[in-house]
């Protein structure tokens, strides 16, 4: 007990299996809620596929209080024309872990059967970034692939 005082965890299991989070991500079983997104998060992504393009990018995500705010490149990440894997055992431990980004090159922002595979391991909040890689070409969507509104902040 760390300054006279209990830490709380809770523990979230995943594919992987168990993963800590600090108490006040999680509440009972209810994990924090993901309101929004940095615009220059959005337009990084975005220059990213535009400079992998014809290869797809993949990245996860991190949020702070709610709002995702950094993007993270994996070690092990290869890409190719129609995929891109994430190194899974390369993953970091990290509570503020929200979800995933990748990039469409043939310009389809809806999930595919290999997206939705890699959602249920890596988040809950997942970008898909279609050609031609612009403010008006991403969509956001949940682990089961359903849209995922979220706001985008200065």
Known sequence: MPGGR????????????????????????????????????????????????PHE??????????????????PGTTSGEDHASVFLDMMPLDSHLAGSAHSHPNGVILPSDADLSFFSRSGRCHFIIGYPYSRESWGCFRTDGSRYDIEVVP
Do not use: W
């Open 6 to 53: 209990e830490d709380t965890l809770f523990v979230v299991r995943n594919a992987y299996g168990e993963r800590i989070f600090p108490a006040g991500l999680v509440t009972g079983s209810t994990i924090m809620k993901i309101r929004g997104v940095q615009a220059g998060l959005i337009d990084l992504m975005c220059r990213i596929g535009e400079e992998q393009h």
């Open 57 to 74: 990018f993949a990245a996860l995500l991190r949020e702070e209080e709610g709002i995702i705010t950094e993007l993270i490149l994996v």
